[in-house]
């Protein structure tokens, strides 16, 4: 075969893949369970900066009221940990409200993509409320060393169950959403393999 043949060849080939008709017809079903995400997406960021903002407010003036000497400390860490929460929520969400093309593979790619990134909203939960508990455990007992007269943590009782009762809501909050997501990935990737 030479050159020529070969130029040919790939010519025609070329004129026949560019006759064959482009589909991007995504199936209904596709279209109608990424719509029902993207609602879900957009009733929880509502919800989260309802509940940062509201929350926060009631915090900051709480702490103000209080006229306690560690008063700023106070505010930087509960306005810190709030921040953060809210720098991830925004970070986890980027890429995730449109497909990157019209065609089922693409919103199946970012159903796929939205459920990973709501297990990964489960660990941030868990490292938040981790981390929290671990600095309060350690500002009480640096303040313990100091010889602070009063403690951080006026209830000690109270603490516990609240901090308890957010371990447990959180668990099964965990539960639900492992389950649902894992169920979800089964449809899609079983629409995934139907392509």
Known sequence: MNEVDSEKQWQELANVWKQQPVSNEVPAVVLKWVRSQERRMRVMVILEWLIALSGGIYVV???????????ISRLVFVLSMLALA???????RRGLWAPLEESTKA???LGLLRLKRKRREIYFGWFLLLLQVFIIGIWEFARFLRGALEPLVRNP???FMLVSSLVVALGLYSFYICRRTEKEKRVLTGFQKNL
């Open 107 to 109: 919103y199946i790619e």
């Open 61 to 71: 003036e709480a702490v103000l009221s209080r006229n306690q000497p560690d008063t």
């Open 86 to 92: 809210m720098v991830f929520s925004v970070i986890n």
């Open 157 to 159: 009782q109270e603490a």
